[in-house]
């Protein structure tokens, strides 16, 4: 499919580690908000001894002058938080109307593996944490921006052996999650999105269903390509996937997306939505942080003439 649906920012890289006021070895995979006039990352600054901690970064017109906190909002190695003593990693943000919180959720990676934390904030000042809502081997998870039959919801990709696939729970209270389905599974084979698969930004609401945004991963030989693909979840199930694109709808074409920490990796998640516009931040090469837009109404076509293909064989 590979369609020039999203146009790279010509002021990419965004953010590397010569912006950072802290020595660092790479800048990644940043969660994205709007909040109080600004575009705010989460972005995920990995030390130059290989441990990551999330801080705060803000830019007035979301591309530019990015003033970036030197101190953590989630810090890793904390005495109180054992399953974040090697790192906090790749939040993600769900803001909340109904409380008018953030939420965000980020990979707590321990000499136990990889599990999903939750915290929450309204301020981007101090945080409070939740606690571990999956445990390991679990990445990528995102919540919904609203209940749904009194539920909050949430996409995670646990491990499975060999097996890493896309999975929806729900909770009546953010601790306790459970009713599982597998929504998007790695396809296998010469899919693509055939080896990985993971949730992206959070859901984007819109009158069609929740839209996902998420990356695939293919391996060549030795090497692994990431890209990004879409999916339409049903409004009021959102266990049901109405559509998935067949294939990817961006991928590693620049320099600094082919040539980094780890070539050829475009990894969405964050999503801010402006109007018909969707401003998809994503870490380059597990290296630096980037930029693409693209149409809301152009992407929900692509998607939505999937299911009708879908249906009509």
């Known amino acids: 499919m590979n369609l020039k649906l999203f146009q790279r920012s010509p002021y990419n890289p965004l953010i590397d580690r010569t912006h950072l006021?802290?020595?660092?070895?790479?800048?990644?995979?940043?969660?994205?908000?709007?909040?109080?006039?600004?575009?705010?990352?989460?972005i995920r600054i990995e030390d130059e001894a290989g441990f990551s901690n999330i801080h705060v970064a803000r830019s007035k017109n979301g591309v530019t002058d990015w003033k970036i906190d030197?101190?953590?909002?989630?810090?890793?190695?904390?005495?109180?938080f054992r399953y974040e003593q090697w790192g906090c990693e790749d939040a993600r943000i769900t803001y909340v109307a109904e409380d008018n919180t953030y939420y965000i959720t980020y990979v707590a990676f321990s000499p136990n593996g990889s599990a999903v934390g939750l915290a929450h904030t309204r301020d981007f000042e101090s945080v409070q944490r939740i606690g571990l809502i999956f445990g390991p081997s679990n990445k990528d998870a995102v919540m919904f921006s609203q209940k749904t039959d009194g539920k909050w919801w949430i996409l995670h990709?646990?491990?499975?052996?060999?097996?890493?696939?896309?999975?929806?729970?729900?909770s009546p209270d953010l601790i306790h999650w459970g009713m599982p389905h597998c929504i998007i599974p790695e396809r296998g084979g010469p899919w693509w999105d055939g080896h990985t698969v993971g949730a992206g930004p959070p859901p984007i609401l819109t009158k069609q269903g929740w839209l996902v945004i998420y990356h695939g991963v293919k391996q060549f030989g030795g090497n692994l390509v990431y890209r990004a693909g879409l999916a339409l979840l049903d409004l009021d199930r959102p266990h049901k996937v109405i559509a998935r694109c067949r294939g990817w709808v961006f991928e590693p074409e620049m320099h600094y997306e082919t040539s980094g920490v780890t070539p050829n990796v475009v990894f969405p998640s964050g999503c801010v939505v402006r109007g018909d516009e969707v401003w998809m931040y994503y870490g380059a090469a597990?290296?630096?942080?980037?930029?693409?837009?693209?149409?809301?109404?152009?992407l929900l076509a692509i998607v939505e003439a999937e299911a009708a293909v879908e249906l009509s064989v």
């Open 21 to 42: 006021p802290v020595p660092a070895s790479s800048v990644l995979n940043p969660g994205a908000v709007e909040f109080k006039g600004e575009i705010l990352l989460l």
């Open 286 to 298: 597990d290296t630096c942080i980037c930029l693409a837009t693209a149409k809301l109404s152009e």
């Open 157 to 170: 990709r646990p491990a499975a052996g060999n097996l890493e696939h896309i999975w929806s729970a729900c």
């Open 70 to 80: 030197a101190v953590p909002l989630l810090e890793h190695g904390l005495p109180d």
